[in-house]
């Protein structure tokens, strides 16, 4: 247990749905981030969030909203997603976006888009 | 654009011999690396890191790695493996003035015969 959580763990959705990824973090950190790990590709780096405050959007399609209501929540929703877009989604937390700190993950998201 | 090489995707071994994994990143900077250990079914988590002094970091499990600055390369190494080493093993970096960007590699996974 890192104490990030996600939830769903795994998620089916057609591409006119609209759902939500959440992830919490017990750690008392204020930075936290989306990943997209599809296979036998690097880690994406998709949203960074310090302090709330969005910091990075790394060219990632509207399709995909974050949000971030406090240090400890971080929300990815879905909408009209593509087929292309299955993939593990990975949140993370660190202590602050300071280069030398590491990052806690979370279990991921498995999600597929039919 | 900075990268992150791992070059082999996937290694096989039998127990108690030796591992190393090769690590290259594309940055002309000081850097933070890190190495993360995926074992099946579980969460990213850190397996070692490096930010400055000793160039030779060790890890949890036995792990180590070796920063040599010349070479852009962050290898990591076990000098005897064990079936519970069977993972997926990433390599990161962080540049230290770039604080939203964590640049992971595509991963190796690591197969241990018993």
């Known amino acids: 247990e890192t104490g990030v959580t996600q939830t769903p763990r795994h998620l089916v959705m057609g591409m006119t749905n609209k759902k939500s990824l959440k992830c919490e973090q017990h750690?008392?950190?204020?930075?936290m981030y989306w990943y997209k790990q599809s296979a036998k590709k690097p880690l994406e780096l998709m949203f960074v969030?310090?302090?709330?405050?969005?910091?990075e959007n790394n060219s990632v399609p509207s399709r995909f909203s974050p949000e971030c209501p406090n240090s400890s929540h971080l929300f990815l929703h879905l909408h009209t997603l593509q087929p292309e877009d299955s993939a593990l989604y990975l949140c993370?937390?660190?202590?602050?976006?300071?280069?030398?700190?590491?990052?806690?993950f979370g279990p991921g998201t498995r999600l597929t888009v039919l | 654009a900075q990268s992150v090489s791992q070059h082999n995707h996937h290694v096989i071994l039998s127990e108690a011999a030796s591992l190393e994994l090769g690590c290259n990143y594309s940055?002309?900077?000081?850097?933070?690396l890190f190495w993360y250990v995926q074992y099946p079914g579980q969460h990213l988590q850190l397996l070692l890191k490096?930010?400055?002094?000793?160039?030779l970091v060790k890890g949890i499990k036995g792990f180590e790695a070796e920063f040599i600055k010349s070479k852009f390369s962050f290898n990591l190494r076990k000098p005897s493996v064990q079936w519970s080493d069977t993972a997926e093993y990433f390599c990161?970096?962080?540049?230290?003035?770039?604080?939203?960007?964590?640049?992971f590699g595509s991963g190796t996974k690591l197969n241990v015969k018993p």
């Open positions: 750690l008392g950190h204020n930075a």
């Open positions: 990161a970096v962080n540049a230290p003035n770039n604080f939203n960007k964590f640049y």
């Open positions: 969030y310090n302090f709330k405050e969005q910091t």
């Open positions: 993370a937390s660190s202590p602050g976006v300071a280069g030398g700190h590491e990052q806690f």
């Open positions: 490096y930010f400055s002094g000793d160039p």
């Open positions: 940055y002309g900077g000081t850097v933070n």
